[in-house]
């Protein structure tokens, strides 16, 4: 069976353990299903994710033309605490802009390969954390725009980490936290008009990845560098594919790249 199409970021579902869903214009695949299978994989041509144009990626899925001039690639999106909709100034599309940024957000604590801090819309809880690769995350704060969830990130990311380290993550190197007392401790640290945000209570959440056995040493797969790759899949964290032969795919980062998977 052969599947084709652009790489998107994998649909996920939230249950033990979590099901993953490459999807493509007219079919999908439940990447779970494959576990323990060989699939090959073929770069076929580029496909930007806003104009469609067989153009060379730049970031993030676009070209370089839409990544400078549409609203979904804007700074603001790598950096909340520029947003600026909630003082009715454009950045790029006001519409746009007040659509994703006037809603509540959620700032948050997740370990995936240390304790990290980080922003996320709250519709978007606990897809952000799935994507991270994170085995427990913990809310902090919930305001009511990214201006503030940005400013608040700024805060405490002078006391915890706010990146991951993949191959840590990837590798399960993970050191076994209490969330609850990273939360409480940085408390403290929330700027004064996001303070009035903080979350009381101190439900933490696990999550459970579908990996059968974890690689050693990850080495990350350029689709279009190699131009076909075929491995056994062993398992799916985060948005990579971990293959048999300590090969990772990271699907978000190889999006815009139209691919035929044959299942073999």
């Not at 390969?113 to 809880?125: D, H, L, P, Y």
């Not at 439900?203 to 990850?218: D, G, M």
Request: with cysteine.
């Amino acid at each position: 069976m052969t599947y084709q199409g652009v790489l998107t970021k994998m649909a996920t579902e939230f249950s033990s353990p979590i099901q993953y869903y490459l999807v493509f214009e007219n079919d999908f695949i439940n990447m779970n299903q494959l576990l323990n299978k060989t699939l090959k994989f073929q770069f076929i041509k580029h496909q930007c994710l806003n104009c469609s144009l067989n153009k060379p990626i730049f970031r993030q899925g676009f070209c370089k033309s839409c990544f400078f001039d549409i609203p979904q690639a804007a700074d603001w999106i790598m950096r909340p605490e520029l947003s600026t909709a909630h003082l009715d100034k454009e950045d790029r599309d006001l519409e746009y802009e007040k659509k994703v940024q006037l809603k509540p957000h959620i700032v948050y604590l997740a370990n995936s390969s240390n304790v990290k801090v980080g922003v996320t819309r709250k519709t978007q809880v606990p897809t952000r954390w799935i994507d991270q690769g994170a085995h427990e995350a913990i809310e902090i704060v919930e305001v009511p725009n990214r201006y503030l969830a940005g400013i608040t990130e700024v805060a405490l990311k002078d006391y915890v980490a706010d990146k991951t380290n993949w191959r840590t993550m990837l590798k399960n190197d993970v050191v076994d936290e209490s969330l609850t007392e990273w939360k409480n401790k940085l408390k403290q640290y929330i700027p004064a008009e996001a303070l009035e945000y903080f979350i009381e209570s101190n439900t933490e959440t696990h999550l459970e990845f579908p990996v059968l056995s974890y690689p050693t040493k990850p080495k990350s797969l350029n689709i279009e560098k190699v131009g076909t790759y075929t491995g056994v899949l062993k398992g799916i964290k985060g948005q990579y594919l971990i293959f048999e032969d300590d090969t990772v795919c990271n699907v978000r980062g190889n999006e815009g790249k139209v691919v035929s998977i044959e299942i073999v």
